[in-house]
T-cell receptor
């Protein structure tokens, strides 16, 4: 079956760095997405990886290893506004997104 | 970036009534829109894929007669929850992707929170 695993909750300190891991098993693979979702709001797009390696976009970076079925989202210089849920989603061979349950990130001053 | 607008943001209705939620792409044409449902502390669950000018494709377990989807134009898709019951209370979110975009980046509406009394 198809499956996405990511930690349920993580806590980090303002100004620090945090890495949110995601492992996936899908029928075929057409890319890995990360979305940010604040409580009560719709998700917003953060990143897309389809090739192995690290993609950097400001304070956020995303990494993909297709052979390991593994991705991570790296958040640097954490700010209080980064407190949110981070959703990992893999696109399968039918271009359907398989969603993880999300990782709730709590930022402490 | 592309903008998707959803209306209403909040709706409270009595059990047995029907509720319509609109999803509009404001600055682009969306041949395909997606409808999701999200229960508290759970991930997004795809309900159906809405295609302009044709019938929606429903995911397994989603009742097509209960959740009516109409995609009459390239900028508007509607979801009607018919004969709503308390268990239908949830956060409903629509999304769309730009036609021809390889990345398949989704643009989400603001979401509609439905409470059925």
């Amino acid at each position: 079956g198809q499956n996405i695993d990511q930690p349920t909750e993580m806590t980090a300190t303002e100004g620090a760095i945090v890495q949110i891991n995601c492992t996936y098993q899908t029928s075929g693979f057409n890319g890995l997405f990360w979305y940010q979702q604040h409580a009560g709001e719709a998700p917003t797009f953060l990143s897309y990886n389809v090739l192995d390696g690290l993609e950097e976009k400001g304070r956020f970076s995303s990494f993909l290893s297709r052979s390991k079925g593994y991705s991570y989202l790296l958040l640097k210089e954490l700010q209080m506004k980064d407190s949110a849920s981070y959703l990992c989603a893999a696109m399968d061979s039918n271009y359907q997104l398989i969603w993880g349950a999300g990782t709730k990130l709590i930022i402490k001053p | 970036g592309a903008v998707v607008s959803q209306h209403p943001s909040w709706v409270i209705c009595k059990s047995g009534t029907s509720v319509k939620i609109e999803c509009r792409s404001l600055d682009f044409q969306a041949t395909t829109m997606f409808w999701y449902r999200q229960f508290p502390k759970q991930s997004l669950m795809l309900m159906a894929t809405s295609n302009e000018g044709s019938k929606a494709t429903y995911e397994q377990g989603v009742e097509k007669d209960k959740f009516l989807i109409n995609h009459a134009s390239l900028t508007l898709s509607t979801l009607t929850v018919t004969s709503a019951h308390p268990e239908d209370s949830s956060f409903y979110i629509c999304s769309a992707s730009l036609a021809g975009q390889d990345a398949g980046e989704l643009f989400f509406g603001e979401g509609s929170r439905l409470t059925v009394l």
